[in-house]
């Protein structure tokens, strides 16, 4: 069964370092999710994206935080510098289009911790 | 924003049915409403979804109230493994139907 994979599993770094973080989502999948989950709370959506291009990033701190999808397919987050309040579970998912009724597909997640 | 209100919590014993509630009074017409659940140290997973009518499939049932102001997610017996945080979230429409996030209700199964 296809899956969305994330890398890496886990990552601890310090404060003002940077980090990124690697999705690959399932084959064909046209939408990409990034999500940011801290601990005992939702989900919070931070960008999406159709195809190669942004169509939400309305919660993506853009001033330390950037994402890309250059070629449609495999997807970049990156934290510059990370902060202390950045420690949480990042989640990408995929779906195979932008609806109101298809269901997303969530990777393992990559958890962060930021010392 | 569309918002969806859930019990913190909720437990039930294994092989009786489990009712889920949630109130999205705000939801407008053109919303879907759907669950997801997440297992522990594991991404959300997809559970069902409907507009208008309730729904059923292999892992549970949805149904929604006539004004769909309200839902119940509907686990017909329920098993240890299906201890998790259940969310019941809109598609809202702008920005390619984002996806909101509540807390959701932690459901605790005991044997």
């Known amino acids: 069964e296809a899956e969305v994979a994330q890398s890496p599993r886990y990552k601890i770094t310090e404060k003002s370092q940077a980090v990124a973080f690697w999705c690959d989502p399932i084959s064909g999948h046209a939408t990409l999710y990034w999500y940011r989950q801290i601990l005992g709370q939702g989900p919070e959506l931070l960008v999406q994206f159709q195809d190669e291009s942004v169509v939400d990033d309305s919660q993506l701190p853009k001033d330390r935080f950037s994402a890309e999808r250059l070629k449609g397919v495999d997807s970049t987050l990156k934290i510059q510098p990370a902060e202390l309040g950045d420690s949480a579970m990042y989640l990408c998912?995929?779906?195979?289009?932008?609806?109101?009724?298809?269901?997303?597909?969530f990777g393992p997640g990559t958890r962060l911790t930021v010392l | 924003d569309a918002k969806t209100t859930q019990p913190n919590s909720m437990e039930s014993n294994e092989e009786e049915p489990v009712h889920l509630p949630c109130n999205h009074s705000t939801i407008s017409g053109t919303d879907y409403i759907h669950w997801y659940r997440q297992l522990p140290s594991q991404g959300p997973e997809y559970v069902i979804h409907?507009?208008?009518s309730n729904v059923n499939n292999r892992m549970a049932s949805l149904a929604i109230a006539e004004d769909r102001k309200s839902s119940t997610l509907i686990l017909h017996r329920a098993t240890l493994r299906d201890a998790a945080v259940y969310y019941c979230i809109l598609r809202a429409p702008g920005g390619g139907f984002k996806t909101i996030f509540g807390a959701g209700t932690r459901l605790f199964v005991k044997a």
């Open positions: 409907g507009l208008t």
């Open positions: 998912a995929s779906s195979s289009r932008t609806g109101k009724g298809n269901e997303q597909f």
